[in-house]
Nanobody, 120 residues
Framework: QVQVEESGGGLVQAGGILRLSCAVS????????MGWYRQAPGKQREHVAS???????EYGEAVKGRSSISRDSTKTTMYLQMNDLKPEDTAVYYC??????????????WGQGTQVTVSS
């Protein structure tokens, strides 16, 4: 069974640093895409950062220049670091991963999300 799980959210002061993790687990997983998205109350879900299928990184305009993503050596855990947090960064942050297994073609999985609240 494939699982995608975020961790690291919470309450952070404006100007602080956020670090989130996303871990994919399951037998025989092959990950072709991983990315971070966020959704603030009353707003649509938006792209934060991701690894493209050729391993490059992409960042949303709202976080570009103050965020970075990385992966561990197994490429099953992805990290997001965001600096200089602003109140408008308050949102639920979701991990999205496109994963294939021995019995299933690539499918987009979402984590449960982790709440990030930035206090001014």
């Amino acid at each position: 069974q494939v699982q995608v799980e975020e961790s690291g959210g919470g309450l952070v002061q404006a100007g602080g640093i956020l670090r989130l993790s996303c871990a994919v687990s399951g037998n025989g997983v092959s990950i072709t895409y991983m990315g971070w998205y966020r959704q603030a109350p009353g707003k649509q879900r938006e792209h934060v950062a991701s690894f493209t299928r050729d391993g490059m990184t992409e960042y949303g305009e709202a976080v570009k220049g103050r965020s970075s993503i990385s992966r561990d050596s197994t490429k099953t855990t992805m990290y997001l670091q965001m600096n200089d947090l602003k109140p408008e960064d308050t949102a639920v942050y979701y991990c999205n991963a496109e994963i294939a297994t021995l019995t299933r073609r690539p499918y987009a999985y979402w984590g449960q999300g982790t709440q990030v609240t930035v206090s001014s």
